[in-house]
T-cell receptor, first 109, second 116 residues
Framework: DAKTTQPPSMDCAEGRAANLPCNHS???????VYWYRQIHSQGPQYIIHGLKNNETNEMASLIITEDRKSSTLILPHATLRDTAVYYCIVPYNNNDMRFGAGTRLTVKP | GAVVSQHPSWVICKSGTSVKIECRSLDFQATTMFWYRQFPKQSLMLMAT?????????EQGVEKDKFLINHASLTLSTLTVTSAHPEDSSFYIC????????????FGQGTRLTVV
């Protein structure tokens, strides 16, 4: 079973920031948090990952709470092409890539 | 990001035949590859994890004699669906993890298998 829980769906207005939460209360000290997204009928796309510190790349920002029990993926300016299912993954021992149900993000014009 | 190529993108086969799906890491060496199956409107279900040169570790409920996984090199893993039946029709996806310092896994584009 996945070690994460996410809301099943979210909406976001185009151009606004999309904030996707993830709970991972059983995370261990050396386990990373990974985020992927899947657009319909494609393989998942890597977005970002982190351990303790907040991370930012060209796609998104990842905010991890100090106790590491939850995190938030931020898409700063959502576009219609960001509509997808977003998966937060905490692999057991950093090797067990199991997917939960994810969050279906719908970006609306 | 790194590139993982999966082939074929789609395949239709007759019931009782076998189908092989290839997963290649194009610009990195993959010590670990993962195989998933995804049914419509569901999440990805991990089928097996394979490490280069070792036998694959199958998830509970996945028949290892039906879903043959070979990870003979650092850039290639194959999944063979043997004696396919219509209920094996699904979207099969592989992913590969770099042997180096990068820890993220990269995914292929998936293979849509239809068994008729």
């Amino acid at each position: 079973d996945a070690k994460t829980t996410q809301p099943p769906s979210m909406d976001c207005a185009e151009g606004r920031a999309a904030n996707l939460p993830c709970n991972h209360s059983t995370i261990s000290g050396n386990e990373y948090v990974y985020w992927y997204r899947q657009i319909h009928s494609q393989g998942p796309q890597y977005i970002i990952h982190g351990l303790k510190n907040n991370e930012t790349n060209e796609m998104a920002s990842l905010i991890i709470t100090e106790d590491r029990k939850s995190s938030t993926l931020i898409l700063p300016h959502a576009t219609l092409r960001d509509t997808a299912v977003y998966y937060c993954i905490v692999p057991y021992n950093n090797n067990d890539m199991r997917f939960g149900a994810g969050t279906r993000l719908t970006v609306k014009p | 990001g790194a590139v993982v190529s999966q082939h074929p993108s789609w395949v239709i086969c007759k019931s009782g035949t076998s189908v092989k799906i290839e997963c290649r890491s194009l610009d990195f060496q993959a010590t670990t590859m993962f195989w998933y199956r995804q049914f419509p409107k569901q999440s990805l279900m991990l089928m097996a994890t394979s490490n280069e040169g070792s036998k694959a570790t199958y998830e509970q409920g996945v028949e290892k004699d039906k879903f043959l996984i070979n990870h003979a090199s650092l850039t290639l893993s194959t999944l063979t669906v043997t004696s396919a039946h219509p209920e094996d029709s699904s979207f099969y996806i592989c992913s590969a993890r770099d042997r180096g310092i990068r820890t993220e896994a990269f995914f292929g584009q998936g293979t849509r298998l239809t068994v008729v």
